[in-house]
């Protein structure tokens, strides 16, 4: 069926230097797409969104790209910081915010 | 604090017995969502209410379970005869109306099954 994502489990990160996410997914119809950040014991948290007919989106120190053509989302995380260290999902809105979310990707940043 | 509120945190219980967990939303939001989360995995959409009305539900959602928000503000949901697979991380979130406005969750409630 239709899915979502992500291509890396851990991405493992120097502290200052800028991050990336990358999540695939396949339903060509989506026209809405969110990232997530999730600390341990704590509920996803809204990082950004993306409307599919954005290529490009930019929030503080974040900015997510998005690639209708390949299908393809990316979250840029800039000067990373030890406080950015969490589990990332990206996730894909089925209609009326029933979001389709994939198996995330844990970012681990190194003092 | 004007975030999502869920209530307990954590839940230990027995296999068969029943359980109930409480999510108040962000006031002025009228869509409230459930959704699961186990170990290691994204959440999963369970059900969600437009004010008071239960709009859609999941297959997801068995007959053992079942939510409410009898006054369009705060929701329960219930979960009857729990089984050890019902252990999970249950989320609840809230939006604003209009079909593209980003979810906001609450801390989620972890039930344990014994």
């Known amino acids: 069926g239709e899915s979502v994502g992500l291509h890396l489990p851990t991405l493992s990160v120097q502290e200052g230097d800028n991050s990336i996410i990358n999540c695939a997914y396949s339903?060509?119809?989506?026209?809405?797409f969110i990232w997530y950040k999730q600390e341990s014991g704590k509920g996803p948290q809204f990082i950004i969104d993306?409307?599919?007919?954005?290529d490009k989106r930019q929030g503080q120190r974040v900015t997510v790209l998005l690639n209708k053509t390949v299908k393809h989302l990316s979250l840029q995380i800039a000067a990373t910081q030890p406080g950015d260290s969490a589990v990332y999902f990206c996730?894909?809105?089925?209609?009326?915010?029933?979001?389709?979310f994939g198996k995330g990707n844990q970012v681990v940043v190194i003092p | 604090d004007t975030g999502v509120s869920q209530n307990p945190r954590h839940k230990i219980t027995k296999r068969g017995q029943n359980v109930t967990f409480r999510c108040d939303p962000i006031?002025?939001?009228?869509?409230l969502y459930w959704y699961r989360q186990t170990l290691g995995q994204g959440p999963e959409f369970l059900t969600y209410?437009?004010?008071?009305?239960?709009?859609?539900k999941s297959r997801l959602l068995s007959d053992r379970f079942s939510a409410e928000r009898p006054k369009g503000s705060f929701s329960t949901l219930e979960i009857q005869r729990t089984e050890q697979g019902d252990s999970a991380m249950y989320l609840c979130?809230?939006?604003?109306?209009?079909?593209?406005?980003?979810?906001?969750f609450g801390n989620g409630t972890r039930l344990t099954v014994t």
């Open positions: 339903n060509s119809a989506s026209d809405y």
């Open positions: 993306i409307r599919s007919n954005m």
């Open positions: 006031s002025e939001h009228n869509r």
């Open positions: 209410f437009q004010n008071e009305a239960q709009l859609e």
């Open positions: 979130a809230s939006s604003l109306g209009s079909s593209n406005s980003p979810l906001h």
């Open positions: 996730a894909e809105n089925h209609g009326n915010n029933r979001l389709a």
